[in-house]
């Protein structure tokens, strides 16, 4: 079995584990998308600091897929 999907599986695995047992996974996460949230909040718009975040995570996204792509 190849490396990458071994490692797939591992991860899998991890998730399944960690929400094993988790009814409502809303409630779960809650104190992480807090925290999430609270790295917006010092700006002036935090509306416009989110929307910025997302578009940077958008264009190395693509940049990677394009190198990779050329490989």
Do not use: C, H, I
């Not at 797939?8 to 998730?15: E, F, N, P």
């Amino acid at each position: 079995m190849p490396a990458k999907s071994l490692k797939s599986l591992g991860g899998k695995v991890g998730a399944y584990r960690k929400w094993r047992g988790v009814t409502d996974r809303t409630e779960a996460t809650e104190k992480a998308r807090a925290a999430f949230n609270k790295r917006f909040e010092e700006f002036p718009d935090p509306e416009s600091a989110r929307r910025a975040y997302y578009a940077e995570l958008a264009l190395k996204s693509a940049q990677v897929r394009r190198r990779k792509a050329g490989s």
